[in-house]
């Protein structure tokens, strides 16, 4: 079935599956993820319906808090629900995201993934704020570009159903959610032949209702507590097997295949980066260019963090890795590690223990932070990560993209380095408020829809927007496009 082809930004393409997937969306705005809740507000509003054919609530209320416990009320009456956040927002969720994690409640948590006010506020991208959710229980999908954000969408929907744990499916704030990109829009018919109706009526059956009672939301004293909590391994163990049955179907259907893990590069790569998310894509990127001079290297993409499958990251590995580098867009002060590099590093550890690895020898490890309030992540720092894990006395616990003149973690980068994509490449400069960034975005969207060419707007603008200098960056081609960088020299 050949399906249209859309130009769109990530948080339309996440908003398309989610109003048409759920019936109640609570919804506050935070900047970056404000536009999922008004687009699904203003489909509402014009009377559009989801795939059953009703009209979805959309409520905003007082403050996030408020949207995760409308979600959470609304699931527990057996409503399909969601809702959309970043950053503080997703924060003050989290006391509700306990319970619906705790209660085995099915929904999707869509997150365009932002800083945390720190040492000072930033409304750009990094991990910050999905990485202080991972205790909740909530599984996490990642998705890394426009068009797997509406793919991983549908099947975070479908498989918080089947799994009955909750999901929050995120994508980095800025470089995917206002990235706009030319990808294949899943029709409702994709959307039905993927949810099964049969997990909805069991979702439905389970809700509080007085002709159903049932004990739910107690209170537990040390005889129990322990116990209680423990029950529920088993729809975590089942989950990973769950996401990768639910992203099989979903090939079947779109012939997009997608795995826990997905490793590109050379298949006796000795070295390999681990990321998610958008970083992924400008790493896949180098990856091939690299391979295409001959080096052995290659990248594993992780799409599911939560639950952590260590036998499908251990599969997704070359059995020739001889040094791993585990990027992490976030920062936890204190810590061994940040977030990724530890789970990476005790899954080698587990497997290498237990002698499920398929290396020889238990492989260099080290760890990075990359792109914190979207700071620039370029194929060049890329290249310079590799480099790193060649160097004499590799630095651990690095940092790329800025100059670390404090403690010297950061990474010497060839700037010059270039994966020569074959692109044409325009930038625009303008002043907030002055039109060009709309101007460019109606321009991109033409060559979209009225050309073969696939195509990518990404636009520049500071937190003071109006007054402030901004620049659109434009390219397009003949081929999908895996650069979420900023364009360095315009060319055609």
């Known amino acids: 079935m050949k399906r249209k082809m859309v130009t769109i930004d990530g948080n339309t393409a996440a908003a398309h599956v989610a109003h048409a997937t759920n019936e109640v969306i609570a919804i506050y705005p935070i900047t970056p993820s404000s536009p999922m809740g ?44 969601t809702t959309f956040t970043a950053s503080q927002g ?17 929904t999707v948590f869509h997150v365009s993934a ?52 909750p999901f929050l499916h995120f994508f980095d704030g800025f470089r995917t959610s206002h990235e706009v990109q030319k990808v294949e829009e899943l029709t409702f018919d994709d959307m039905r032949a993927m949810i099964d109706n049969t997990l909805v009526a069991e979702h439905k059956a389970r809700a509080l209702n007085p002709d159903r009672p049932m004990l739910s939301g107690t209170a537990q004293n040390p005889d129990v507590y322990f116990q209680g909590r423990e029950t529920v391994n088993k729809f975590y163990l089942a989950t990973p097997q769950i996401v990768q049955d639910t992203m099989d179907k979903f090939a079947k ?44 290297v290659g990248v594993a993409i992780m799409r599911l963090y939560r639950p952590f499958s260590v036998k499908d990251f251990i599969k997704a590995l070359p059995a020739t890795t001889r040094k791993i580098a585990v990027m992490d867009r976030t ?26 690895a398929p290396f020889r ?22 290249k310079a990560i590799f480099d790193n894990l060649d160097a004499q006395q590799p630095v651990n616990h690095f ?6 003149d404090v403690c010297s973690t950061s990474l010497e980068v060839d700037e010059s380095f270039d994966t020569e994509q074959k692109t044409y490449n325009a930038m625009f ?56 960088y900023l364009i360095k020299n315009a060319r055609s």
């Open 38 to 81: 008004e687009i699904s507000d203003a489909k509402s509003a014009a009377g559009q319906t989801n795939i059953w054919g009703t009209v979805p609530s959309v409520t905003e209320m007082q403050s996030e808090g408020g949207a995760a416990g409308a979600v959470h009320g609304a699931l527990t009456a057996g409503a399909l629900t």
């Open 90 to 106: 997703l924060l003050l969720m989290i006391p509700n995201m306990y319970k619906i994690a705790g209660e085995l409640l099915p």
């Open 114 to 165: 932002r800083s945390l006010a720190c040492q000072a506020l930033s409304i750009f991208g990094d991990h910050s704020d999905v990485m202080a959710c991972r205790q909740t229980g909530f599984a996490m999908l990642a998705s890394a570009n426009v068009q797997e954000v509406m793919d991983m969408a549908l099947i975070a929907q479908q498989s918080t159903l089947a799994a009955r744990v």
């Open 253 to 296: 259907l779109t012939g997009r295949q997608y795995h826990l893990f997905d490793y590109i590069g050379a298949p006796d790569a000795e070295k390999v980066i681990v990321i998610m998310a958008s970083g992924a894509e400008t790493v896949r990127e180098t990856v091939d260019y690299l391979v295409g001079k001959g080096e052995k």
């Open 331 to 356: 920062k936890e002060p204190g810590s061994i590690g940040e977030p990724l590099y530890l789970d990476v590093r005790t899954a080698v550890g587990e497997a290498m223990a237990d002698g499920s």
């Open 361 to 382: 020898d238990y492989p260099i490890i080290l760890g990075g932070r990359y792109g914190l309030g979207s700071k620039e992540f370029s194929p060049a720092m890329v």
């Open 399 to 404: 940092t790329v993209g800025i100059t670390d």
């Open 429 to 484: 400069y303008g002043l907030g408020s002055d039109g060009t960034v709309g101007a460019n975005k109606n321009s991109i969207k033409i060559i979209g829809e009225l050309t073969d060419n696939y195509c990518q707007g990404y636009f520049v603008y500071d937190s003071k927007k109006a007054g402030s200098m901004t620049v659109s960056h434009l390219r397009f081609g003949p081929e999908p496009i895996r650069s979420p």
